[in-house]
């Protein structure tokens, strides 16, 4: 019934592809800090995405706090699954991949059940990882020695965060870690300065000056803010918002770690009790799915799974969590879902006999698209299954082309299972132009946005950095007009197992295919490869 855990090595030198910067040489500056000693925070981790040198697929900092754990900002990942990232553990330039830091994959993502996305309260999440990590860990501050520490003493933040606190201006993003010293904040002076930072409560503290000046800034979330107690090192915040960085009257906001060590969250998230908190399936095609989820124990307490409950027309159709699961044990549930044409979620609810996590549960989202007919699926060729919405995509020739849809619909086309290389593909839209709008995702996310007239097909390519990839064409209509054929066509796919490395692909700050609208303060990735 139960299958032991295999320990895998965690690779200490890692397959890496580097590729040239093309961002500006660093200037002195995280916002006005100094590069970091090489061997000065060990603890440090970069998350990457899976697929992207450590370089171009920084997304965020994190810190190790022991075992196979990371402590990061629930903003990082939300939204996301533990298959699109990586972390680099204890890396100091991200462009020496080949000899500094250990990158491992994510197992799974623990986010704050309670962050809340709007108001960015309880900003923070533990990533564990696949295995334990041999590497140098930070101590987390308790509440008790937060509140030793005063207003105006010395705090600590680092990361490969922007360097240009001018928002008008290119982002800069260093190769190497720096940091900035800052002041502690009084939490009231900080609230005083109004706007989001009235929501600022225990969860959070803030550091910086009034004047501004130093700050972290995008691109440094998730990594720690660390004080000296006399002579050790010991976490107090995780870099989450602030309004711009470094300007006058707006602090760095910082989740608080030593709330997170004191109410539990932290305890219960690094216990060894392990599962899937989010599962984000994204399209899949209508009718019933099964997907499988893991329960393993890494704590030394055996427990028992006691009961495990699906929502509203769901069910269990396997359970191998039938006994005690004893140390570095797993077993699985399987799920039936069933999707139909809306975006929906289906809640796993489980009880365990285990002394701190009582109860924990899964969230399945997903969304159903119909089959494509056969004509369309063979033009596209690739790809393992290709879906489309209720306007589908048709056969035009040796095109395929966006349905004929009303002001505001949109067509979808979904080519899943792509396997891990580049695709490439010829496009033509012709549309009215900012407002009628093609959309292409790449698991997910939005990485071309082209509306307007191409005199001719362009071609792109885009990269597929994971095991399993899909690629989604959506043309969306605004809520009037329309222009030139009003429609987007595509011919020519292909698929190749080597990665692109320059070229193509790139539109700026990237979007969610799901999380459309639910885009807050962070406006999600932000790219470093500005083409
Ligand atoms: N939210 C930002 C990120 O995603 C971090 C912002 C920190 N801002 C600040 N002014 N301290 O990287």
Redesign the pocket.
């Known amino acids: 019934m139960k299958k032991s855990i295999t320990a895998l090595l965690v690779s200490m030198a890692l397959p890496t592809s580097v590729f040239a910067s093309d961002v500006d040489s660093p200037s002195t500056r995280i ?1 006005n800090g100094v590069e970091a000693g090489k061997n000065d925070w060990p603890f440090m981790v970069a998350l990457i995405k899976k697929g992207q040198d450590a370089f171009n697929g920084q ?3 994190g810190s190790f706090i022991g075992d196979r754990y990371i402590l990061t ?1 629930a ?2 990942i939300d939204g996301k699954n533990a298959a699109e990232f990586d972390v680099s553990i204890g890396i100091h330039d991200l462009t020496n991949e080949a000899s500094e830091g250990q990158r491992v994959a994510l197992q799974t993502i623990y986010a704050h059940e309670q962050y809340d996305a709007s108001t960015t309260v309880n900003d923070i999440a533990i990533l564990e990882l696949a295995d334990a990590v041999n590497a140098t860990s930070v101590t987390l501050a308790t509440q008790a020695e937060l509140n030793a520490i005063n207003a105006g003493d010395l705090v600590t ?1 680092m ?1 490969w ?2 360097q240009e606190d001018d928002s008008y201006s290119q982002p800069i993003y260093p190769e190497t870690l720096y940091e900035v010293d800052l002041e502690y904040v009084d939490r009231g002076v900080c609230q005083a300065l109004g706007g989001n930072y009235s929501n600022v409560s225990d969860d959070a503290i803030c ?2 000056f009034s004047y501004g000046g130093k ?8 990594g720690p803010l660390v004080y000296d107690d006399n002579g050790i090192t010991k976490q107090i915040g995780v ?9 006058a009257d ?5 989740a608080n770690v030593g709330y997170f060590s004191n109410n539990g969250w932290i305890a219960d998230k690094t216990s060894g009790v392990s599962y899937t908190q989010n599962d984000y399936l994204g399209y899949v095609s209508t009718g019933t799915h099964t997907v499988t989820l893991p329960i393993r124990n890494y704590s030394s307490e055996a427990f028992n799974v006691l009961t495990v409950t699906a929502s509203n027309g769901s069910s269990i159709t396997d359970n191998t969590c039938t006994s005690s699961l004893a140390q570095n044990e797993s077993c699985e549930i399987t799920v039936q879902y069933t999707a139909s044409l809306a975006y929906e979620s289906t809640e796993v609810s489980y009880t365990t006999d285990h002394s701190s996590v009582s109860s924990f549960s899964t969230t399945l989202y997903y969304q159903g698209l119909n089959a494509a007919s056969s004509d369309l699926a063979s033009l596209v060729g690739v790809g393992q299954e290709v879906l489309v919405s209720e306007n589908p995509w048709v056969v035009n020739g040796s095109s395929v082309q966006a349905g004929s849809i009303s002001h505001s619909e949109s067509s979808v086309l979904h080519i899943a299972g792509l396997g891990e290389g580049s695709l490439s593909f010829d496009m033509q839209v012709s549309s009215e132009q900012n407002f009628d709008i093609a959309y292409v995702y790449v698991n997910g996310v939005a990485t071309e946005q082209v509306s307007g007239q191409d005199s001719d097909y362009v071609s792109y390519t885009v990269d597929l950095g994971l095991e399993t990839n899909s690629v989604t064409f959506v043309y969306q209509k605004d809520s009037s007009d329309s222009a030139n054929d009003d429609t987007v066509y595509v011919k020519n796919f292909k698929t190749s197992s080597e990665r692109s490395t320059g070229s193509s692909s790139g539109s700026g700050g990237s979007v969610s295919l799901f999380m459309l609208g639910l885009v807050g ?2 406006g999600t990735y ?1 790219r470093k490869r500005l083409s």
């Open positions: 916002i997304i965020c900092g900002a903003h990082c933040v990361g965060g922007n550091a910086g700050d972290s800034c995008q691109g440094d979330s998730g870099v989450s918002w602030g309004d711009g960085c470094a300007q707006a602090y760095g906001v910082y303060l962070f932000r």
